[in-house]
């Protein structure tokens, strides 16, 4: 590993961790330019996903977009269903931001496609609820039901009022 790499990347974590969006979302920027120009695309891949997350966290919505964008193939590629699943699930959440709901309730889908590869079953749980809020605000009340049943189910300790629901949901007749 590139020891500037390592470092922009150790800054970058600590930068968030000290809930300095903006700062982490440049560093991490720049670690995913240095692992680029070291031949890793794994590792600058994940970096832009952790400069999407960080600009997210900094309301740059377009920032965190074009980070994400483009980085989930490479991981499908590698066969890394779950880190796949976390880079739609940053698109799907910075294109929600922007209003852009139909690409949204798609990068969701895709993402709990992913994570399902992964047997990651809390994760496409978290990706279908998400899916589920987008139908419900796009008035696709069917599927949205589904999505969230399906979703809920997949919840290893759901809440209280998770547990009421998915109780509700399965008593339908329809």
Do not use: C
């Not at 590792?43 to 994400?68: H, T």
């Not at 931001?97 to 978290?126: D, I, T, V, W």
């Amino acid at each position: 590993m590139n020891p500037e790499a390592a470092t922009l990347q150790t800054q970058a974590t600590e930068a968030y961790q000290q809930a300095e969006y903006e700062t982490a979302a440049r560093l991490f920027g720049e670690a995913a330019l240095a692992f680029e120009a070291e031949k890793a695309p794994l590792q600058a891949a994940e970096m832009k996903n952790n400069q999407s997350v960080s600009a997210l966290q900094a309301g740059d919505l377009r920032q965190a977009l074009s980070a994400a964008q483009g980085t989930a193939p490479l991981f499908a590629q590698a066969e890394d269903w779950q880190r796949e699943g976390i880079a739609h699930a940053n698109e799907g959440s910075a294109l929600r931001g922007l209003g852009r709901k139909k690409e949204a309730l798609a990068a969701f889908q895709r993402s709990a496609a992913a994570f399902e590869k992964a047997n990651q079953p809390e994760m496409r749980a978290e990706a279908l609820l998400a899916t589920a809020t987008l139908q419900l605000e796009q008035r696709k009340w069917s599927e949205a039901l589904l999505s969230y049943q399906i979703g809920l189910a997949g919840l290893k300790h759901p809440t209280l009022q998770q547990k009421i629901i998915l109780k509700l949901l399965r008593l339908r007749s329809w």
